[in-house]
């Protein structure tokens, strides 16, 4: 079966250091996979995704970045952090068939930025 | 590109009541719809999908409807409980769209 993990659960970082959070999918090859933010008590707001190795599309211009060097690997980055990079950031993966399309959540990484 | 949009925000029922929670969608070419319900602290879990072809589904106490003339689908659920409460997002994507497009949230309150 498939699983998704992200780390670290919690981070605590001070305004201008830099970030990088790690979404790890296993049990699929070549998945979809999607960073997103949400900050407390709201939405969900989509930041990043890919469809494959190297291949990066992004959503919202702001100062993250993200990365996919290996197939089932995400990463997150910023390199330096503002107060209103504070939320829940979700990793996901999707089943990628035609009109088939379930999406998984990966358990997330609540980020203070103080 | 597409838009989802998700009534009502809020939502108060008694326990044992149904909810009905309602979305639209703009892209004619969106052919899956999936629901996810959302604990507080915890990440969103996919609860029910429906795709283009049915126009209802049901699982135990939940089901949705799906109207494509209309473009809009609906979830409900009867008989709630008090662990039904969460916030529930609905979603629609076109399969070429590669990503799913969100509504804002309805947060559901079941008062016992």
């Known amino acids: 079966s498939q699983t998704i993990h992200q780390w670290p659960a919690t981070l605590v970082q001070p305004v201008g250091s830099p970030l990088s959070l790690e979404c790890t999918v296993e049990?699929?090859?070549?998945?979809?996979l999607y960073w997103y933010r949400q900050a407390a008590g709201r939405g969900l707001q989509l930041l990043f995704y890919?469809?494959?190795?190297?291949?990066i599309s992004s959503e919202v211009p702001q100062n993250l970045s993200a990365s996919r060097p290996q197939d089932r690997q995400f990463i997150l980055s910023s390199k330096k952090l503002l107060l209103s990079d504070s939320g829940f950031y979700l990793c996901?993966?999707?089943?990628?068939?035609?009109?088939?399309?379930?999406?998984?959540f990966g358990p997330g990484t609540r980020l203070t930025v103080l | 590109g597409e838009n989802v949009e998700q009534h009502p925000s809020t939502l108060s029922v008694q326990e044992g009541d149904s909810a009905v929670i309602k979305c639209t969608y703009s892209?004619?070419?969106?052919?899956?719809f999936p629901w996810y319900k959302q604990e507080l602290g915890k990440r969103p879990q996919l609860i029910i999908d429906?795709?283009?072809?049915?126009g209802e589904k049901k699982d135990q106490r939940i089901a949705v409807t799906l109207n494509k003339t209309a473009k809009h689908f609906s979830l409900h659920i009867t008989e709630t409980q008090p662990e039904d409460s969460a916030v529930y997002f609905c979603?629609?994507?076109?399969?070429?769209?590669?990503?799913?497009?969100f509504g804002q949230g309805t947060r559901l309150t079941i008062n016992p």
């Open positions: 979603a629609a994507r076109a399969w070429v769209a590669q990503k799913l497009v």
């Open positions: 429906i795709r283009s072809n049915v």
């Open positions: 996901a993966w999707s089943v990628e068939r035609v009109n088939y399309n379930e999406q998984f």
């Open positions: 892209d004619s070419a969106s052919n899956y």
């Open positions: 890919s469809v494959g190795i190297g291949q």
């Open positions: 049990g699929t090859s070549n998945p979809n």
